[in-house]
């Protein structure tokens, strides 16, 4: 297997990267930090050491100076687990599931997971199922039904679910066929414009303008990142548009954040003016409703020529699965993880990662890939658009291998934690929350802006220096 440095280093050439830039790059710790089959410390520390070296590299590009990126093994992972950290006036998290989502079985004696912690994704359930948003009811409409039979009806009919899978039964699916055949992050020119100026700023980002339309943690941890390095990002969201607060809080952390109907021609009129003078579009939103709104990667070069366009999806924009709706519990159970660790814990039927890494580990793919086509247009021109997916990662995440007894490894405990949190105010009151986990030697990491309720900004970006 592959030490974290041989990762590391695969993801940085695989993007363009100078390889002598990774000997600025420190890397402590060891494996395993959580109890799993999978190398979750492994797969946390690369992800984020990719992005905070990119960071690096683009201060070198503005600054000239070199400086180290120091990576902690136990803290990036901690880091990757950032929601559950975190407090707001010494209070924990509420309970993070909606009463009908999670596991049940299926007629064919399968097991399938339904994500209901939106409204309208467990009002779509219920109307597949015709049954009463009550678990006992869910679990007898199920019985009615084979797993991949209600599967493939419950997408049809929006909802937003999963049926579990070996990891043989999904490589053998044409959808992770076609997966396979692409790279962990893309990368690709989709239009002429001419080299952008770095702003003034005494950060790596400073002065760069980010526009973030995501919700739930990985486009939003993408955002949180760049907005570490100094980046002024806004986060877009509507008034109508559900979220998930506490994740809201987490990830918000760096941002400004305003209201914009995009539903409406007004709202997209603002948008087209935010987007016009923009760095980065950061989105995840399925390809057709982002087309449908006007704002497609190709569209928004033609209306910000030279940005960087970055995509989030579930599943991959190849293949018959592209357009499906997904969320990283259910990738993990479609992709064959849930089953893995099952087998792995003795257990019969699903068994979760012990952290959201494919959204985690996504977030810091999204923020690198975004930063690495940010300093190739600086260079050379061009507008750009990178994509990544929960599913690549979780392909990537499956190949570094997996941990002999991992499963006997002992959760971390509150003290070891402790030592990685950081106080400061916020709009929500006072907030205890996991530090930024790449230590950049000359360009500290850190969050400019506090975290602030939905819509409390104008939708206008701040004057640059």
Known sequence: MKNTREILGDIWRSAGGDPAALGAVKLTGDEPQLPSSFRLAAAAQASVAASGLAAAEIWKL???????VAVDMRHAVVECRSERYLRVDDKPPP??????????????????????????????????????????????????????????????????????????????TPHAKALAELPLIVIEKIGDAAPKPWPKGGRPLAGIRVLDLSRVIAGPVAGRTLAAHGADVLLISGPDLPAIPWLTIDTGRGKLTSFVELKSAQGREMFR?????????????????????GFSAEEAARISPGVVYVTLSAYGHA??????????????????FNHAEGQAAGIDGPKELPAQMLDHATGYFMAFGAMMAKARQAREGGSWHVRVSLAQTGRWLWNLGRIADGMKTEDLKEETVMPLIEDAPSGFGALRSVRHSALLSKTPAYWARPAMPLGSHPPQWPVRD
């Open 273 to 293: 003016g935010l987007l016009a003078e923009a760095d980065i579009l950061s989105q995840g939103y399925r390809p057709s409703a982002i087309a449908g709104l």
């Open 319 to 336: 293949g018959p699965w592209a357009a499906r709706r997904g969320f990283d519990s259910l990738v993990q159970t479609s992709t064959g």
């Open 95 to 172: 309970p993070a599931w909606d009463a009908i989502a999670g596991v049940y079985k299926t007629r064919d004696a399968r097991f399938v997971r339904l994500h209901t912690n939106f409204r309208h994704h467990r009002d779509a359930v219920c109307k597949v199922l015709n049954c009463k948003p009550e678990r006992d009811d869910v679990q007898a409409a199920l019985m009615q039904w084979d797993g991949e039979a209600f599967e493939t009806a419950a997408y049809a009919g929006g909802c937003v679910v999963s049926m579990m899978r070996s990891h043989d039964e999904w490589s053998a």
């Open 62 to 68: 503005r600054s000239g100076q070199s400086q180290e």
